[in-house]
């Protein structure tokens, strides 16, 4: 079984979080694999800026998640994918999608959407504390 190891964004703008939409109609969160001699958190600033145009600044770790799946494009091999997730805020609000990696729409959302909108349980479970860390943010 191969480990990959990635990272990804949880950004935020006022009101509003980064979600980008895939080909199939599923909205995500950006994220990438972590290249050799980069930091989690700083593949999760470049996959923001790649995935979606946006300049963003990372704040705070918010945790991690795994899963496997099969790899279609290689015998069916199982990978073991573990991605380090950070809160982030923008620095720029204008986003465009990356579309050779598939994604037909980037764009800010209410947060009060995007638990309803995310398509994959474990980034509803990232959402969730990224907005509880946004609130406390908020109150202090």
């Known amino acids: 079984m191969k480990r990959v190891y ?16 895939k080909i199939n109609g599923d909205w995500v969160l950006p994220k990438g694999k972590i ?19 946006v300049k963003a600044t990372v ?16 015998n069916n091999h199982i990978i073991e994918k573990k991605v380090f997730w950070y809160l982030m ?14 994604f037909i729409n980037a764009r800010f959302i209410h947060r009060d959407n995007v638990l309803l909108l995310a ?10 504390k990224a907005l509880e860390i946004i609130k406390t943010f908020e109150e202090n």
């Open 6 to 21: 990635s990272s990804g964004g949880v950004v935020y703008l006022g009101n509003s979080i980064l979600m980008l939409q």
């Open 35 to 53: 290249e050799p001699n980069e930091t989690s958190e700083q593949t999760a600033v470049r996959e923001v800026r790649e995935e979606a145009g």
């Open 59 to 74: 704040l705070t770790p918010i945790g991690e998640t795994a899963y496997r799946f099969k790899n279609y494009w290689s």
């Open 89 to 102: 805020k923008a620095i720029n609000s204008s986003a465009h999608p990356q579309r050779e990696e598939g």
């Open 119 to 128: 398509k994959y349980d474990d980034e509803r479970d990232i959402l969730a």
